[in-house]
């Protein structure tokens, strides 16, 4: 089946350790996003690529950077991470970037930071 | 700014009985209204949608929700509660002046008591 895969489902890292959290799809949909969802919050928006075009939402943190190589990979980078970092992350995709489109969405990785 | 606002944190019923998760939005043009399911340890799911046209929207697994454009709401109904519905619903927005971003709520917890 078609789908979005994350890896991996928990990711355990120190304070101040980079850390690459992964997202890949077969779905070959042009648009890619990365949430962060802490426990009892919205999924927040970080970024989205538009095919190769990357757009940062204003209060992303420069911690925050991303990567997508090609249509079907997209990489979250954390350059230092904080404990404030610990969350959910979510990659989803969209078939294209009108309104009525729908959010494809992986299981997500668990972040931990000691 | 578009938001959501989804006013219980959690909501409790019967199995066989009629469920209700509310929901309200604010936006600045006309809204494209999303619902979405998470399942604990799985990524979101699309459950349906409101572009434009008729007020009750069907969507997966016997959910549906109704726009009230006075009341800026879009609550999900389902008119008999699965055990298996158990969940966390998030509701979410787009604005027809916007890109691409979807502006999520804090999501309700579903609780169905066998």
């Known amino acids: 089946d078609a789908m979005v895969i994350q890896n991996p489902r928990y990711q355990v890292t120190q304070f101040g350790k980079p850390v690459t959290l992964s997202c890949s799809q077969t779905l070959n949909h042009n648009v890619m996003y990365w949430y962060q969802q802490k426990s009892s919050q919205a999924p927040k928006l970080l970024f989205h690529?538009?095919?190769?075009?990357?757009?940062n939402e204003a209060d992303t943190p420069d911690n925050f950077q991303s990567r997508r190589p090609n249509t079907s990979f997209c990489f979250l980078d954390i350059r230092s991470p904080g404990l404030g970092d610990a969350a959910m992350y979510l990659c989803?995709?969209?078939?294209?970037?009108?309104?009525?489109?729908?959010?494809?969405f992986g299981s997500g990785t668990q972040l931990s930071v000691l | 700014a578009q938001s959501v606002a989804q006013p219980e944190d959690q909501v409790n019923v019967a199995e066989g009985n009629p469920l209700t998760v509310k929901c309200t939005y604010s936006v600045s043009g006309n809204p494209y209204l999303f619902w979405y399911v998470q399942y604990p340890n799985r990524g979101l799911q699309f459950l349906l949608k409101?572009?434009?046209?008729?007020?009750l929207v069907k969507g997966s697994y016997g959910f549906e929700a109704e726009f009230n454009k006075s009341q800026t709401s879009f609550h999900l109904k389902k008119p008999s509660a699965l055990v298996s519905d158990s969940a966390l619903y998030f509701c979410?927005?787009?604005?027809?002046?916007?890109?691409?971003?979807?502006?999520f709520g804090i999501g309700t917890k579903l609780q169905v008591i066998p």
């Open positions: 989803a995709t969209s078939v294209g970037p009108t309104r009525n489109e729908k959010l494809f």
């Open positions: 690529y538009y095919d190769k075009d990357f757009n």
């Open positions: 409101y572009i434009t046209g008729d007020n």
């Open positions: 979410a927005v787009r604005d027809s002046g916007g890109y691409q971003k979807v502006t």
